[in-house]
């Protein structure tokens, strides 16, 4: 069975509260964050209605956008990436003499 991504879901919640509860839901399901507001992960079809339903119970009449996007194995292939993580303060050597 193919376990690339899948699912990717994406947020804005203004309320703290609620945005913590709907990213522990996120982690719950198996989904790795990638961004702040964005998680991506390999879910069944069955698990992303479920998890869909349980946050719409989670934000409840609060206001927020919150989107899941099923991806195809052949949409994940052609994604494009740009990462590029910050240095640590101290290790370029940069200020040495």
Not at 12 to 34: E, M, N, Q, S, T
Request: proline letters at 4%.
């Amino acid at each position: 069975m193919n376990k690339d991504p899948n699912t990717l879901l994406v947020y804005d919640i203004p309320d703290d509260r609620k945005r913590v509860k709907i990213a522990d839901a996120c982690l719950d399901y198996g989904l790795d964050r990638i961004q702040f507001s964005a998680f991506l992960g390999w879910l069944l079809p069955t698990q992303q209605e479920e998890l869909f339903l349980k946050i719409k119970k989670i934000l409840g009449k609060k206001h927020g956008n919150i989107q899941i996007f099923p991806i195809c194995a052949d949409d994940w292939k052609k994604r494009k990436v740009i990462e590029q993580k910050a240095e640590e303060r101290g290790k370029t050597g940069e200020g040495k003499s």
